[in-house]
């Protein structure tokens, strides 16, 4: 959800960390309590604030500050990208893997992202989501897999733009990219190459 327009219609704003049973246990007594105070605050005193029952911290955070919010889930990548034929936006969803890489005389763990799904969503997808978002960036080197366009059935989704918009391709060539509407050129990418630094959304 967007924080930033949520906090535009009350400072109550809150985040539940986990979602284990007994936090949300906890969660429905912090409601009921803050729905009793409310109850009786309004038949005393007429007023438009709400009155919140003391917050247990463990298990719910007040928002203070929408900055704290733009970092990335480490767990996820999220892409957003936009089918060539249909124009409609899709999203392309990858989870973390921590590989071991052992070599003579040291090993490390190196981050990558396998494909776990790619999901057509409608224009309201954009209405609902944090845009500021768009600054966070991932390298198509940590990203495995790439999967068909969900609306199309393009064989990549995984096309992008020199607007940073990401689309669907059959082939290397011309195409007009749904995002900016100029004509781009597709290459195909070398195995080895270095890879492209991609925008990440939120999801
Ligand atoms: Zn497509
Ligand atoms: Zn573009």
């Not at 003579?104 to 981050?111: E, G, L, P, S």
């Not at 954009?126 to 500021?132: C, T």
């Amino acid at each position: 959800a967007d924080i930033g327009v949520l906090k535009q219609l009350t400072e109550h704003t809150m985040i539940l960390e986990n979602t284990c049973d007994e936090d949300f246990r906890k969660f429905i007594a912090w409601i009921t309590a803050s729905v009793k105070s409310q109850s009786k605050s309004v038949s005393d005193v007429p007023t438009d604030n709400a009155y919140l029952a003391k917050i247990d911290e463990t298990v719910l955070s007040l928002i203070k500050d929408v900055r704290d919010l733009r970092q990335a889930d480490p767990d996820y990548v999220i892409l957003t990208g936009r089918c060539q034929r249909t124009r409609l936006p899709y999203l392309m969803k990858y989870e973390r893997n921590i590989q071991v890489v052992k070599l003579q005389d040291f090993a490390m763990d190196v981050t990558q992202y396998m494909l776990s799904g790619c999901y057509p969503v409608g224009d309201e997808y954009f209405e609902w989501s944090d845009s500021a978002s768009t600054q966070l960036k991932v390298n198509t080197n940590e990203l495995m897999g790439t999967p068909g366009c969900p609306n199309c059935g393009n064989i990549s989704a995984f096309g992008m733009c020199q607007c940073g918009g990401i689309m669907c391709l059959n082939e290397p060539g011309k195409a007009v990219c749904p995002w900016c509407e100029k004509e781009v050129v597709f290459m195909a990418g070398k195995t080895g190459e270095e890879g492209f630094d991609v925008n990440r959304a939120r999801g």
